[in-house]
Every structure is written in structure tokens, then in C-alpha cells.
């Protein structure tokens, strides 16, 4: 087998699915599938946001920290409240706006993990990216759904509202962003810095920012060990706190009671995109915009992230310095090679989804697709939701991405692979033979 990648959209699966039928490695894959991700589902990501990559090469696991800075001028005004309706019962709000906006970094952390681990040209991983920018893809039913919901965040500016084309859109429609794939274009010309020229940050900001290399936080489960985001982000410390909470039970409330008493906020739309490639080599890539700022940056289709408007967040970091997220790209080891590499979407959902999808595969012996597609609980002030076939005290009527968007890679015992992007979010998983 060539490798097998799971992620949040068909086409970005597909991209990198390209990427390792033409011999690319998992970081080749995970980076092309990222640009092509910026288009496919720019609502959630892009180059204006923030993410961790974990990749696991030659028996080592590093994390490429690219997550979003303190700008040391933010701009000015107040941010606005715009509440998210997931079903009609469940809302979240999100603070947006100008103010909003932190000091991106995507570009410059698939660009660092390329240089340290990639083998196909740079130009080469974005072009099928900028091709798809320019001739549009058609809305699948989810991201039909992604854009009526997120519609008071993505238009809130003039830019945003032109962006969309001054409505919302449907499912079905063919959506184009030809000021993105110049942005993609100049990125695989130039590199990841070419992008920064359009920022509205304070030069210093843009020239200080740079991609930090970290050791994974680890912990063990049921004979294998669980690897994933290192402080200052919380989130893989929360879901190793979740797994060794579980021991070898399947006691999900009690695991999230114990996540959930050392949880931060966080912001909230994110994709994931996993890999394994055929050396068995693995990548991990959680990124995000938040929900978005409203702010796109005019001629350059970059849509700026609304990480700043976490409060509590921003109250723990100086300028220049990275805020905290809950954003986990994660891996399991078994004697020493990759069994699962997993993360998830879904804001403070995403570390249980995680917890949840790890329990199943590791812990219950499923099978990634069944792992991803069980249904989920989720704890939020001590009120249990859960999914249809499960019993909580808010039961929902049918699976919804409120429970998070997982995209898992899954090493059998027999050495080949399995993928699974999350119905959820409409994801999918391919294996490359």
C-alpha cells in the first residue's frame, strides 16, 4: 500500500491521496491536502488561521507549533457576539470582528514541515489547490449546511459578503475564489512568507513570527502510547488526561469530568487531515480559523481568524506570544509504529471526539470506520449530550458535527491501512494501494 489519508472534505482527501499514489510521503500528502482543505472548506480553514502538525518519521514524533500569535497592536473596536445554531436547540456564541484577529501561521507551519520532511516540489503540493480555487467546487450537502449556519460570521464585512457572493450558499452551488488561488500561486512561488505581504499586522508582528518545533506530550493506554499537542496548548493534555482517566474501562462521562475540570475555552471551527504513508510514516494536522473574524483581506480571498476573542485566552499571553488551543492532531503507537493517527474538529467537542474515537479503535477493537462513525457523548456543564443510541440528558435526534469531525488513519495488525473521514462533517478516507 501507498499510504491512506482521511480529512474533513472528498477533494482534500483526494489531494493528498494523489500525493501518495505519485510517491509522496505522508508530509507531502498532508500538506497538499491542507491547500486544497483552504478551498474545500474555507469556511473552517486557510491560510488568514492557525494549526499543529505532528509528524512521526524514523521513529520519532515532533509537533510543528504554527498556532495563532498575540499581535503586539490589535486592531481597535469592540468585537462582536454572533451566536451559531447547530440544530435549532444548541447554539454557541463567537466573539468576532476586526479586534478579533491574531497573527496567522498555517502557511509558514506546512511550509516548515515540508522543509524538514518533504520530497516533492513546494509548487508542486499547492497547484492542484489553486486549480480548484479557480474553478470552483460544488457544495456538498454539509458545507451547504457549514455555510447557512457560519453565514453571520463569513459575510460580515463588505469583503466577506462580495467573497460569498452577498448571499448564502447552498448546497449543489459551484463556489469560486480566484483571489485565493492568486494567494495559493504566490505561496508556491514565492513560499509561505509571500502571503504576509497582505496581512493588516504591524511589520513586527509578520517578522517575528515563526514556527516553534516541540516534543509531544505522551501518555500511556491499554499497552500502546497516546501522542499529541504539548502545552501551551491544553489539548492533547486534556485527551491524555481523558485516556488515563479511562484505564481500562469505557467510562466516557467520568473521562470528561476529569477533562473538563482542567479545560480552557477555545475558539471554535477547525479541520484534520491524517496520514500514514507507505514507510508507515505518519502526519497529523489540526487547523483552524476559529469561526472566522469576518475580516478578509481585500484581493487576496484570506479570511482572518477570530482567535482573540477568547478573553480568558488572551488574558495568559503577551504579545508575540501563542495562545493556548485545544486542537489535539494525535497519534497511537504500538511497539513503537503508528496504530492510529487521529484529530478532530468540533471546538471544546473535538478533545472528547478524540477520546472517543482512540477508546473505540484501541480500547473496544473496532474498526476505524465503526470507531469514527459510533455515536459520541459530549459533557458541557455537567449536562450529558449524546447521540442517538446512546442515553444522556440532552439526546439528540440524529448524529450532528456539534459532536466534532474526526478524520482517523488506522494501522491493522496485518500491516494494511484503513481511513475514515467523519460523516459529521461530510470527511472521507482513502487508501491508496
Excluded at 482521511?6 to 510521503?25: Q, S
Amino acid at each position: 500500500m501507498k499510504g491512506a489519508i482521511a480529512a474533513g472534505h472528498p477533494l482534500t482527501a483526494a489531494a493528498g491521496a494523489a500525493v501518495l499514489e505519485a510517491g509522496g510521503n505522508a508530509v507531502d500528502a498532508c500538506v497538499a491536502a491542507a491547500f486544497a482543505s483552504w478551498v474545500c472548506e474555507s469556511m473552517l480553514t486557510g491560510p488568514g488561521g492557525g494549526g499543529f502538525m505532528l509528524v512521526h518519521s524514523a521513529g520519532k514524533t515532533l509537533v510543528f507549533d504554527a498556532f495563532v500569535a498575540v499581535p503586539r497592536e490589535p486592531a481597535e473596536g469592540e468585537m462582536l457576539a454572533v451566536a451559531v445554531d447547530f440544530d435549532g436547540d444548541t447554539q454557541q456564541v463567537f466573539r468576532t470582528g476586526p479586534a478579533a484577529a491574531g497573527v496567522p501561521g498555517t502557511a509558514l507551519g506546512l511550509e516548515a514541515a515540508w522543509r524538514r520532511f518533504g520530497t516533492l516540489p513546494w509548487a508542486e503540493l499547492a497547484a492542484p489547490a489553486a486549480a480548484l480555487a479557480r474553478d470552483g467546487v460544488e457544495l456538498t450537502p454539509m458545507q451547504g449546511y457549514l455555510h447557512e449556519i457560519l453565514d453571520g460570521l463569513l459575510r460580515h464585512s463588505p469583503e466577506g459578503d462580495a467573497m460569498y457572493g452577498g448571499r448564502v450558499l447552498r448546497a449543489g452551488e459551484r463556489f469560486r475564489l480566484p483571489d485565493l488561488a492568486g494567494t495559493i500561486e504566490r505561496i508556491a512561488a514565492g513560499g509561505a512568507r509571500a502571503v504576509y505581504e497582505d496581512l493588516p499586522f504591524a511589520r513586527a508582528d509578520l517578522d517575528a513570527y515563526a514556527v516553534i518545533e516541540r516534543e509531544p506530550v505522551s501518555a500511556p493506554y491499554r499497552g500502546c502510547e497516546f501522542r499529541s499537542n504539548p502545552p501551551p496548548s491544553s489539548g492533547g493534555r486534556l485527551v491524555a488526561l481523558g485516556l488515563e482517566t479511562l484505564g481500562d474501562g469505557f467510562d466516557v462521562v467520568r473521562a470528561m469530568e476529569a477533562m473538563d475540570a482542567a479545560r480552557v475555552p477555545a475558539a471554535g471551527g477547525t479541520t484534520h487531515i491524517s496520514v500514514v504513508d507507505a514507510r508507515g510514516d505518519a502526519a497529523s494536522l489540526s487547523c483552524s480559523l476559529g469561526s472566522g473574524s469576518g475580516v478578509v483581506v481585500p484581493g487576496t480571498g484570506i479570511h482572518l481568524n477570530n482567535m482573540l476573542g477568547e478573553a480568558d485566552l488572551v488574558a495568559s499571553a503577551r504579545p508575540g506570544e501563542r495562545l493556548t488551543s485545544m486542537m489535539a492532531p494525535s497519534l497511537v503507537l504500538e511497539a513503537g509504529r503508528p496504530r492510529l493517527v487521529v484529530g478532530s474538529a468540533g471546538s471544546e467537542r473535538l478533545r472528547g471526539a478524540i477520546l472517543q474515537v482512540v477508546m473505540n479503535v484501541i480500547g473496544k477493537g473496532l474498526g476505524v470506520e465503526e470507531a469514527v462513525d459510533a455515536p459520541r457523548l459530549h459533557l458541557d456543564g455537567g449536562v450529558v449530550h449524546a447521540e442517538p443510541g446512546l442515553d444522556g440528558d440532552v439526546r439528540w435526534r440524529e448524529r450532528n458535527l456539534y459532536f466534532g469531525g474526526a478524520s482517523a488513519v488506522e494501522v491493522r495488525a496485518d500491516g494494511t491501512l484503513a481511513a475514515a473521514g467523519d460523516p459529521r462533517r461530510g470527511g472521507a478516507g482513502m487508501v491508496v494501494a
